[in-house]
């Protein structure tokens, strides 16, 4: 029989606990590896300072790495009875090693013990963020580089204004995309803090904990510090990498509308592969190139993720609250967007061939350097080039 680490031998109504619980028990299997690290490095502290034997945290380690292996080969889960991935592997301890199992949370709660698997998780995710984005940094860089020389209008206002490449085309976004990853490893850096033995959020009086230990064996940058600061800092780390993933495919999505504009029949300036196109059910001869529409979109998931995530942490007391316990779920959100966005399109970006005899450009798109060269030739004002220039044009 799974119990939660609260229960005090209470029934609870199940509408109850299936209302409290949410999904987090669905939301949690990404965090279970993280847990268990977590735990190791708290087991390996509690017996530097004497709280478990040798022997136990030997078999506590131990046994946390079956645990780790077993839950990747889909041999136990996390149920709703459990409530969640911490209490989950905490059950798991105790009916594998009894009392010793149950030693593993002495100087921690699962507040301290939700945000270090959380912080662990959010690191690898900035690392993996940024990874993806330079490999579509990199897809846009060859599409630009497959096409060497190739003259691409350049608009405002959705007209032709100047006179582009295709190369120059590429390199912009291929650059933005570059520097919005750069911001992942700045969140990354601002949440390497340790919170466990903050416990609650308020120490562990009574406890002789090493802190530092734990910090250093899992990577942290620094101990969080003091201890109710911990969860005043909930929903910042969050709402960072949610705003980061909306600045990313805000990039992604004027890329994905530019191809799409140009795919459209009136442009043609490019072609889709079969590969990436779908069809209509209706219209026998449509190639519809949906994978960009749906990128186009992506944006609207993070940024709604967002405010969801600074809607709840805000008007907040000090202290936890379960309040925050719904911030997963947005964030989760906004995080497998990103990803799942960032792997297609480089897929994608492959199946994209640019037409250069359907690319043509007006001589009305040279109309500034014309205005340049009057400037060089006469040694007039641009303003009075422009004007003279703008007769040509407009009479």
């Given at each position: 029989?799974?119990?939660?680490?609260?229960?005090?031998?209470?029934?609870?109504?199940?509408?109850?606990l299936s209302y409290t619980a949410g999904n987090d028990h669905e939301l949690d299997a990404r965090l279970v590896k993280y847990d268990i690290r977590a735990s190791?490095?708290?087991?390996?502290?509690?017996?530097?300072?004497?709280?478990?034997?040798?022997?136990?945290?030997?078999?506590?380690?131990?046994?946390?790495?079956?645990?780790?292996?077993?839950?990747?080969?889909?041999?136990?889960?996390?149920?709703?009875?459990?409530?969640?991935?911490?209490?989950?592997?905490?059950?798991?301890?105790?009916?594998?090693?009894?009392?010793?199992?149950?030693?593993?949370?002495?100087?921690?709660?699962?507040?301290?013990?939700?945000?270090?698997?959380?912080?662990?998780?959010?690191?690898?995710?900035?690392?993996?963020?940024?990874?993806?984005?330079?490999?579509?940094?990199?897809?846009?860089?060859?599409?630009?580089?497959?096409?060497?020389?190739?003259?691409?209008?350049?608009?405002?206002?959705?007209?032709?204004?100047?006179?582009?490449?295709?190369?120059?085309?590429?390199?912009?976004?291929?650059?933005?995309?570059?520097?919005?990853?750069?911001?992942?490893?700045?969140?990354?850096?601002?949440?390497?803090?340790?919170?466990?033995?903050?416990?609650?959020?308020?120490?562990?009086?009574?406890?002789?904990?090493?802190?530092?230990?734990?910090?250093?064996?899992?990577?942290?940058?620094?101990?969080?510090?003091?201890?109710?600061?911990?969860?005043?800092?909930?929903?910042?780390?969050?709402?960072?990498?949610?705003?980061?993933?909306?600045?990313?495919?805000?990039?992604?999505?004027?890329?994905?509308?530019?191809?799409?504009?140009?795919?459209?029949?009136?442009?043609?300036?490019?072609?889709?592969?079969?590969?990436?196109?779908?069809?209509?059910?209706?219209?026998?001869?449509?190639?519809?190139?949906?994978?960009?529409?749906?990128?186009?979109?992506?944006?609207?998931?993070?940024?709604?993720?967002?405010?969801?995530?600074?809607?709840?942490?805000?008007?907040?007391?000090?202290?936890?609250?379960?309040?925050?316990?719904?911030?997963?779920?947005?964030?989760?959100?906004?995080?497998?967007?990103?990803?799942?966005?960032?792997?297609?399109?480089?897929?994608?970006?492959?199946?994209?061939?640019?037409?250069?005899?359907?690319?043509?450009?007006?001589?009305?798109?040279?109309?500034?350097?014309?205005?340049?060269?009057?400037?060089?030739?006469?040694?007039?004002?641009?303003?009075?080039?422009?004007?003279?220039?703008?007769?040509?044009?407009?009479?």
């Amino acid at each position: 029989m799974n119990k939660r680490l609260w229960e005090k031998g209470k029934e609870l109504d199940k509408k109850i606990l299936s209302y409290t619980a949410g999904n987090d028990h669905e939301l949690d299997a990404r965090l279970v590896k993280y847990d268990i690290r977590a735990s190791i490095a708290h087991a390996r502290m509690l017996s530097s300072k004497g709280y478990l034997k040798a022997d136990e945290c030997e078999q506590l380690i131990n046994q946390l790495n079956l645990l780790s292996d077993s839950f990747e080969a889909k041999q136990w889960g996390i149920t709703l009875e459990d409530e969640d991935c911490h209490t989950a592997l905490e059950n798991q301890l105790g009916q594998a090693l009894g009392t010793i199992g149950e030693k593993i949370h002495l100087g921690r709660s699962r507040n301290d013990q939700v945000l270090a698997a959380l912080r662990l998780y959010l690191i690898d995710v900035c690392d993996h963020i940024t990874e993806l984005s330079s490999e579509l940094a990199n897809a846009i860089t060859l599409l630009g580089d497959s096409h060497p020389n190739i003259s691409l209008p350049g608009y405002t206002h959705m007209q032709p204004a100047m006179p582009s490449t295709i190369t120059l085309w590429a390199s912009g976004y291929a650059t933005e995309i570059e520097r919005n990853a750069k911001h992942f490893q700045l969140i990354k850096k601002r949440i390497s803090l340790n919170p466990l033995g903050s416990a609650a959020g308020y120490g562990t009086p009574g406890l002789d904990l090493d802190r530092d230990l734990v910090t250093r064996e899992l990577g942290f940058n620094e101990t969080q510090e003091p201890a109710t600061s911990v969860q005043l800092s909930r929903g910042k780390a969050e709402a960072s990498i949610a705003f980061e993933c909306t600045l990313l495919l805000s990039d992604i999505s004027k890329l994905c509308a530019d191809l799409v504009l140009f795919n459209s029949q009136e442009y043609s300036f490019i072609k889709l592969s079969d590969s990436i196109t779908t069809g209509s059910s209706i219209m026998p001869q449509k190639k519809n190139p949906d994978i960009f529409e749906l990128g186009r979109s992506a944006v609207s998931i993070p940024m709604s993720a967002t405010q969801e995530i600074l809607m709840i942490s805000a008007k907040l007391t000090s202290g936890y609250h379960r309040d925050l316990q719904r911030i997963k779920a947005p964030l989760f959100r906004a995080i497998d967007i990103t990803s799942d966005t960032l792997e297609v399109l480089v897929i994608a970006l492959k199946n994209v061939t640019f037409l250069p005899d359907n690319i043509k450009l007006d001589r009305s798109l040279f109309a500034t350097e014309e205005a340049y060269n009057l400037v060089k030739i006469k040694g007039i004002s641009f303003r009075e080039a422009y004007r003279e220039i703008a007769k040509k044009y407009n009479d």
